[in-house]
């Protein structure tokens, strides 16, 4: 028997919602996220679960890779909505930890997302 069933929010709308409720909008204090945040956000609607082990197949609970959660960052950074972190004394770039610079407007979907990134080149 085929699963039909989808989850109530993309990926995209998940750390769309999650950077949003982050975000302050100030010029004295910036806002520093993580991947690993990105992915307990993800995790944490409890429809959705990181492939981490071999395939199994859940009924109401779909399956989400890194990959995935690093395509929408990395469109998201190169929109402007968040930029890389470096270090203030060596100026090296610190893995896995993303600041956010703006807002991202309610009405953009991913599709429009992919749409400014790719126009971005």
């Known amino acids: 028997m085929e699963n039909n069933w989808k989850p109530s929010?993309?990926?995209?709308?998940?750390?769309k919602e999650f950077i949003n409720e982050k975000y302050i909008d100030t010029d004295t204090q910036s806002v520093i996220i993580t991947r690993q945040e990105l992915m307990r956000a993800i995790e944490?609607?409890?429809?959705y679960?990181?492939?981490?082990?071999?395939?199994?197949?859940?009924s109401k609970v779909k399956i989400f890779s890194e990959s995935t959660v690093d395509t929408i960052r990395n469109q998201l950074e190169k929109c402007g909505y968040l930029s890389k972190c470096y270090d203030q004394t060596?100026?090296?770039?610190?893995?896995?930890?993303?600041?956010?610079e703006k807002q991202i407007p309610e009405d953009l979907s991913g599709s429009e997302l992919r749409k400014h990134y790719n126009q971005s080149f």
């Open 49 to 58: 679960i990181l492939l981490i082990e071999p395939y199994r197949k859940i």
């Open 44 to 47: 944490a609607t409890g429809e």
């Open 90 to 100: 060596t100026g090296k770039l610190i893995l896995g930890k993303y600041k956010i």
């Open 9 to 15: 929010k993309t990926i995209y709308q998940i750390i």
